[in-house]
Nanobody
């Protein structure tokens, strides 16, 4: 069992930056690929980024490539999402995700564990 708690969301102007954090509890954090998904009102949950267990490989959605960076600190059981050059269309609830058997896990149905979500709002 893995529990995930996100933090770092908020309100930012277009062009600004935010860093999301996700703290994991439970055993064997490095066993899991970690990722971020987001869900805007009235839309399906969509993949944003993922990183493998040892942090050697990453994979991004085209819409965020070059603007967002995912990283992890296995000593702190934490995964991060650095978001730069934010756009109003990035507004959504962002969810941390853990997955153990699919790479890259880009479908919501691939995910083993979810966090509760953190709101990111980008004003124009």
């Amino acid at each position: 069992q893995v529990q995930l708690v996100e933090s770092g969301g908020g309100l930012v102007q277009a062009g600004g930056s935010l860093r999301l954090s996700c703290a994991a509890s439970g055993r064997a954090f490095s066993y899991y690929a970690m990722g971020w998904f987001r869900q805007a009102p009235g839309k399906e949950r969509e993949f944003v980024a993922t990183i493998n267990g040892i942090g050697a490989y990453t994979y991004y959605a085209e819409s965020v490539k070059g603007r967002f960076t995912i990283s992890r600190d296995n000593a702190r059981n934490t995964v991060y999402l650095q978001m730069n050059s934010l756009k109003p269309e990035d507004t959504a609830v962002y969810y941390c995700a853990a997955e153990s058997s699919t790479w890259p896990a880009i479908r919501a149905t691939d995910i083993d564990y979810w966090g509760q979500g953190t709101q990111v709002t980008v004003s124009s």
